[in-house]
């Protein structure tokens, strides 16, 4: 009788392996990437590929898909909208304020700090916004010359952060930009 029992459990984890497996493959060919790199985010997050799975079926496929593969590369807004979905991040990723400083002098030395970082960022923005302005003005390109430059231009970075820098900043002030640097009707 307990081997029975101990059979029955087998063919049951047996099956569910097989039915992962199967998840796994339906995931990895409608991405169109390797099992094993759908498997790889599948554990770094602690998902299961049913998840993905009713993610892609629940809604529009190609964005669902393109959403998922963007996360799988890393793009921290699509791993926020799969995250928005799922609920699958740690609170460690998504800190807002609600941990308790170590002590006050911390505080007090990383809001400083916060402070004068601002300060400095605001002062780039606005040697930015000159320099765009200026260029404009004097009729060197227009602003959807300059909205194609920040999205695909040679912007040499080790990072991709500057890129977004840029371009948050071309839509914080787009309608100053599109005032200055309009298209000539030919």
């Given amino acids: 009788m307990d081997n029975l029992k101990d059979l029955s459990k087998i063919t049951t984890r047996y099956s569910n392996r097989v039915d992962e ?65 799922l609920g699958f991040l740690d609170e460690a990723v998504n800190i807002r304020g609600n941990i308790k400083w170590s002590n006050s002098e911390a505080q007090q030395l990383s809001v400083d700090a916060v402070n004068k970082v601002a300060k400095e960022i605001g002062k780039a923005q606005q040697r930015a916004v000159s320099i765009f302005t200026s260029d404009m003005k004097n009729n060197k390109y227009d602003n959807m010359d300059l909205s194609k430059a920040i999205s695909t231009g040679n912007i040499k970075d080790a990072s991709k952060s500057k890129r977004n820098v840029l371009s948050a900043l071309y839509y914080d002030l787009r309608d100053r930009f599109n005032k200055y640097g309009r298209r000539k009707q030919n």
């Fill in 21 to 85: 497996n199967k998840d796994l493959l339906k995931v990895a060919t409608t991405l169109g990437k390797r099992p094993s790199d759908v498997d790889k985010f599948l554990k770094k997050y602690d998902l299961d590929a049913d998840d993905l799975l009713d993610v892609i079926e629940a809604g529009d496929r190609r964005r669902s898909s393109l959403m998922i593969i963007a996360a799988m590369n890393g793009r921290g807004k699509a791993l926020r909208q799969l995250d928005n979905l």
